[in-house]
């Protein structure tokens, strides 16, 4: 996993400080920004329908693959992350926090590039889950405490039912890898992500997974 986190970071460009930022704009296909990343299997994102509306489709089959948007984001300017998801094929339980279980149908990355140093490179994932109740933070299970798990949707969300999602980045930031003393310090170590992805994963698991993503955008409220 801190392999994969790293494997995103790379040269980036400021965002320039707007009231909202669509980062997918799916329908002038302002996906082909994204990089795709494969690390087993095939590569299967595209542009599809989902329930009337257009979105994302990712499909895994014993595969590990995602896409990578490297554009730094201004947290202190637009710090709430909005997107919609929606799972057709979902997962059975698995353990999520051992590596045979480390698969999720959907999720969504920030990361704060470490740059140099690795090790203080800090990811965190905003994952729907097989097994586990909603709002349940952890630590990944191959990259530790570098990178921390979140779950937005838990066991008992719905298949075929877009779910509408609002956080803020910034503060779970400070929720997840903890609170520095102050607000200088907060802002020091969290105001800046550097990389945002999507990924849609089934290898340790062998199974199959089907998933929708909406569009993608950080908003200043």
């Known amino acids: 996993m801190l392999r994969w986190i790293v494997l995103l970071i790379g040269a980036t460009a400021c965002l320039s400080v707007q009231a909202s930022t669509n980062l997918t704009e799916l329908s002038e296909n302002g996906i082909q920004e994204w990089e795709p990343k494969v690390f087993s299997g095939e590569w299967t994102y595209s542009i599809n329908q989902s329930n009337g509306r257009g979105a994302l489709q990712a499909l895994s089959n014993n595969s590990a693959s995602g896409l990578v948007l490297k554009k730094p984001i201004d947290l202190a300017a637009t710090p709430y992350l909005n997107w919609s998801w929606l799972v057709e094929k979902t997962l059975p339980p698995l353990n999520e926090r051992s590596k045979s279980g480390d698969d999720f149908v959907a999720r969504i990355y920030v990361v704060i590039d470490g740059g140099l140093l690795v090790w203080n490179t800090r990811s965190l994932n905003y994952v729907w889950s097989s097994n586990q109740d909603k709002g349940l933070v952890w630590d990944n299970a191959f990259a530790g405490a570098n990178v921390r798990m979140m779950s937005i949707q838990g066991r008992a ?22 609170d520095k003393g102050s607000e200088d310090a907060n802002r020091k170590a969290y105001r800046f992500i550097d990389v945002i992805a999507i990924m849609t994963d089934t290898d340790n698991s062998g199974l199959e997974a089907e998933s929708y993503y909406g569009e993608i955008v950080f908003s200043a409220d």
């Open 157 to 178: 969300s719905d298949k075929g039912q877009w779910y509408e999602e609002k956080r803020n980045v910034y503060n779970d930031l400070i929720y997840a890898f903890g």
